[in-house]
């Protein structure tokens, strides 16, 4: 299974958003998911990134230029293989 939701998405890391003892600060939790087709849902991201590790939270928005997402795992290890 393809870990984009189109041909044309982007996936990149961005900030970690917990300082929870145990967490790697500085190792991302959260990936941004760019160029979502028109459309594209929070469910087809929950879908698109199962695999890849424990999903905390997913959310999606529509801009001007197309839509996008984040995806929050609840580990950097998920970040890291959404990213692969």
């Given amino acids: 299974m393809s870990r984009t939701c189109s041909r044309d998405s982007r996936v990149a890391s961005s900030s970690s958003t917990s300082s929870a003892e145990g967490a790697f600060p ?22 698109t990134f199962l695999d890849c590790g424990r999903i905390q939270s997913v959310s ?14 609840d580990s950097h290890e998920g970040a890291a293989q959404a990213l692969r």
């Fill in 26 to 47: 500085d190792e991302p939790r959260v990936v941004f998911v760019g160029n979502l087709p028109p459309g594209a849902g929070e469910e087809e991201l929950w879908d």
């Fill in 60 to 73: 999606v928005a529509e801009g001007a230029s197309g839509g996008f997402g984040h995806v929050e795992f």
